[in-house]
């Protein structure tokens, strides 16, 4: 299989299952589903777990030597090159608030012998929204089909910045991004999920600041978020990678443009 007709044929999957999993999502979306508390503490419900098996089951038929890794039905095929990296409703809390900014991230990233791994494609689907960001695969990120783009912010003084509340960071991260906070023109905290990452994609924030990500939290975002001309990082500014979720503590920081996001990157490992 050529590279093309392969990212073609990525794609193409990646729009099945966006559409599988966000019919399941809708179909218990503000409908009094029963809510399961898992052993982290966070909440699941039967549309997570169902539209995460309806990905699994396109993917096997799809590509069957490819691996998966889903936050709710754990990993198969640990070593094959080509891993798909599931969450099926990133921001249940939302979902079952009735919020409608919960989204559903499929990622693929390529196995590397260093362990490091490559991202190559990513989506980030907003079933109620109806928006759906895809990038990678050599390809410009698109939103509903149309190019996605970063916006031009060269001074921190000038950016909003967006992130859930920070009250899951350490000490040290607290002190980190209370610098960044205090930089920025705008912030805006809460339940907005994965949806701040795509905001940043289409150039309406400059920055997202997260810690504590799962590695099906950001496979995702790296390429869309690059597909669209920005930056995404760890708060040291190395590439997220297949193992960013412990040697990085799950830090990320995203932004439109290089030069702000330098500077936010700065401001998170100075002094306290």
Partial sequence: MTEGA??????????????????????????????????????????????????????????????????????????AEWQWILDPIDGTASFISGVPLFGTLIGLW???????????????????????????????TT?????????????IADATLFATAPGGLDAQQGRAFARLERAVNRRRFGGTDCYHYAMVASGWIDLACEAG???????????????????????????????????????AIAAGDARVHATAVTMLQASA
């Fill in 6 to 79: 392969f990212a073609d044929r990525c794609i193409a999957l990646v729009h099945e299952l966006a559409d599988a999993s966000g019919k399941i999502a809708l179909t218990h979306f503000r409908a009094n589903v029963t809510v399961d508390t898992k052993s982290d503490a966070t909440p699941v419900t039967i549309a997570d777990r169902d539209a995460e098996a309806a990905m699994r089951e396109r993917i096997r038929k799809a590509f069957p030597d490819h691996g998966i890794l889903g936050e709710e039905h754990g990993q198969e095929q640990r070593d």
């Fill in 110 to 140: 390529q196995r590397t012998a260093d362990g490091a791994g490559k991202p190559y494609l990513g989506c980030i689907n907003h079933p109620a929204m109806n928006e759906r960001w895809i990038g990678g695969a050599g390809k410009h």
């Fill in 143 to 155: 939103v509903n089909g149309k190019d996605a783009r970063v916006r031009t912010c060269a001074a």
């Fill in 213 to 251: 990500l799962k590695l099906h939290d950001y496979a995702a975002l790296v390429p869309v978020i690059t597909g669209a001309g920005g930056v995404i990082t760890d708060w040291n500014g190395r590439a997220l990678t297949l193992e960013s979720e412990t040697s990085a503590r799950g830090e």
